[in-house]
């Protein structure tokens, strides 16, 4: 059993796992997916919080074609640009996660979607927003740059459309999510995901169902079920 957005602390028999991540990193939701079928697996209570990171930073506000971006940022070339997004396509599909990769899909900045999951947490709702988010963009190829479009996420899953503009416009959350982002990059978080079990044991990237769950199970023992 997983809990998101409830206050667990203190809870002895609740696995505590911290994730940091970005709406735009495909490798965060497969980690995030492998992640819930190994709780499902082991059949541990745990509670995940959600913590921001941005791949691009100084992005321009128009984005970049993802690929031109990927081919530029990693020097790869097309053809294998086109057989990471096959790989993880299928790797999507074998946890119910589904990637609709397309030629013009555009990377943006997702300062304004840190903002906004920041403020759903005060809702309890910051994970029911990451995974909309996720589903916007991967799925539904959303620009999550635009204040639209976030509300209108934000809306889809019970949060007040109004509001939700009303934190991107007038920026309330800024500060507070790049003093987070400053608090992960100056502990050594330069990559994601990022997946941080009971606050101290650091596991990097997308490690597969069977390591999550090995993980898990050594870091339960003692715990109540």
């Avoid at 735009?24 to 913590?51: D, N």
């Avoid at 941005?54 to 053809?79: C, P, T, V």
């Amino acid at each position: 059993m997983t809990s998101q957005d409830t206050d667990t602390t203190g809870l002895d028999d609740v696995l505590q796992i911290d994730i940091v991540s970005d709406v735009v990193c495909p490798w965060c939701i497969v980690g995030f997916k492998q992640l819930e079928h190994a709780i499902a697996r082991t059949g541990v209570t745990a509670a995940i919080k959600w913590h921001p990171f941005e791949l691009n930073q100084d992005m321009a506000a128009e984005g970049e074609n993802l690929r031109e971006h990927i081919m530029r940022k990693y020097g790869s070339s097309a053809e294998q640009s086109q057989a990471a997004r096959d790989r993880l396509t299928d790797l999507g599909a074998s946890l119910g996660f589904e990637f609709n990769f397309t030629d013009d899909m555009r990377m943006v900045n997702t300062f304004k979607a840190h903002q906004l999951i920041h403020w759903a947490g005060e809702s309890r709702k910051e994970h029911q927003l990451k995974m909309a988010l996720f589903q916007a963009y991967f799925g539904d190829r959303k620009d999550l740059n635009d204040n639209q479009v976030l509300a209108d996420v934000a809306e889809s899953i019970g949060l007040n459309r109004a509001e939700a503009l009303a934190v991107l416009e007038d920026g309330r959350f800024a500060e507070t999510v790049r003093a987070e982002e400053a608090f992960w990059t100056g502990n050594g978080i330069h990559g994601v995901p990022a997946v941080i079990f009971e606050r101290q044991h650091l596991v990097s990237g997308a490690q597969g169902v069977d390591n999550f769950a090995a993980i898990i199970t050594e870091l339960t023992k003692g715990k109540a079920a």
